[in-house]
């Protein structure tokens, strides 16, 4: 069975190219595309002159399986993924108990493949309990599935120990993600230090510490020729250690999360909670040094960082507040702030969203190109709506968009050439 989507805006991230067009999908593949006469298909979709791109892989998904079921699981995280246009959800380690074992690692994968429509890759701890004490058992936990492994915002302070373990995922090829912070310094910290900080009278933590993390983290990359990537890069002062070591030559890539590119710490206003991030917000300079690094091709990755919270961890006085936000389902129509206002195009945004996540992990997606696997999202950059945070598919309703104004919806979304969704 052939599908035709025809009258379709082609993002191509890969190619970098915006057009009009039709695609060709067959046996869950890319077939082809172009932009002359349309093949015939048994199937065919009219997209009505509305964006088709690649579907989106999210690198650091929080789904609360095992321990949190009440705050997010894989089924309702995967309706949330579908509904924003995430194909491929690759979720963190951070659960209670943590995933550093292989039949921790079996259970979330069976669990998610029994309820989710998305595809679902799970990393795996670092080290155990992500203690930071004793890494895991890193040659078993790629054998049952892990794609990268990360102990999340547990930074392992221990030098020694986070070098032993640098140098044997390096031995192995596996791919490390860390979360650059000096933990001292950020120890306690809810909002980035500066005049809107001392205003308010909250605990701050000064931009510098994600340089000094990532300086470390560099140091230790040089060291042993591991192959890292640094989960959010949100200040502007850690984009020239980054720099340097990408022109180095090291196996360094870097992303950062939807938040850290559309909001600054003005917006937490009087003590909203909901904005509480981790790291936290920072200022309009460094939110526009990050946008500018990711246009540049500095940061190579863009991701919703989902982390789901119940109200009653996030009903409380702003500094005793757990962090996080959801943000599966408000990815998409946040990335389009970013379009809209000019500062990145639609194949600029989907190399962030798509393409580079899923090279970075080795998977064939994020791409338009013949032979790909057909995972798509169909969306309008342009309908308006007021964002309702009852209306999430989540568990948990902490997004800080609530009741605000907001451009692009997405329309369907598809996995290996399959709708698991589509807007009434």
């Not at 690198?59 to 705050?71: A, F, Q, S, T």
């Not at 309820?115 to 054998?143: N, Y």
């Amino acid at each position: 069975m052939r599908t035709l989507f025809c009258n379709a805006r082609l993002i191509d991230p890969e190619a970098g190219t915006d057009t009009p067009g039709w695609l060709l999908v067959e046996g869950g593949r890319v077939l082809g595309s172009g932009s002359g006469e349309a093949p015939k298909a048994e199937t065919v979709i009219d997209c009505g002159g509305k964006c088709l791109a690649p579907g989106i892989v999210d690198i650091g998904v929080k789904v609360c399986e095992p321990g949190e079921r009440h705050k997010e699981s894989y089924r309702s995280a995967g309706l949330a993924a579908a509904a924003g246009g995430v194909t491929t959800m690759v979720t963190r380690p951070d659960t209670a108990p943590a995933i550093d074992s292989p039949e921790t690692l079996e259970f979330v994968a069976r669990r998610a493949q029994e309820a989710a429509d998305v595809t679902v890759l799970a990393m795996a701890a670092l080290t155990k309990g992500r203690e930071g004490r004793e890494m895991t058992e890193i040659s078993f936990l790629m054998d049952a599935g892990a794609v990268a492994f990360t102990d999340c915002d547990h930074v392992v302070t221990d030098t020694k120990v986070l070098t032993r373990a640098l140098s044997y995922a390096r031995s192995l090829g596996a791919l490390v993600i860390a979360h650059p912070q000096e933990p001292v310094l950020s120890a306690g910290a809810s909002a980035t230090s500066g005049k809107f900080s001392s205003l308010k009278g909250l605990p701050a933590v000064s931009p510098m510490a994600e340089r000094m993390g990532l300086d470390r983290d560099i140091a230790l990359i040089e060291m042993t020729k591991a192959r890292y990537h640094a989960d959010q890069i949100t200040a502007s002062r850690a984009l020239p250690a980054l720099e340097r070591a990408k022109n180095n030559g090291f196996d360094v890539t870097a992303g950062t999360s939807i938040h850290h590119l559309t909001l600054n710490e003005l917006d937490v206003a009087d003590y909203r909670t909901f904005f509480k991030v981790k790291p936290p917000l920072r200022s309009e300079e460094d939110r526009m040094a990050v946008v500018e690094a990711v246009r540049e091709g500095l940061i190579d990755t863009i991701s919703s960082m989902h982390t789901p919270q119940d109200e009653e961890s996030k009903r409380l006085p702003f500094e005793e507040a757990a962090s996080g936000a959801v943000a599966l389902e408000t990815l998409l129509p946040a990335a389009m702030r970013l379009y809209h206002s000019g500062d990145l195009t639609l194949p600029q945004l989907f190399k962030a969203l798509a393409l580079n996540p899923a090279k970075r992990l080795g998977l064939e997606s994020g791409r338009l190109a013949k032979g790909a696997p057909a995972d798509l999202v169909l969306f309008d950059p342009d309908k308006p709506f007021i964002m309702d945070r009852e209306t999430l598919r989540s568990k948990s309703k902490n997004t800080p968009f609530d009741g605000q104004r907001m451009q692009g919806r997405v329309l369907a979304t598809y996995v290996g050439g399959e709708p698991v969704y589509e807007a009434n």
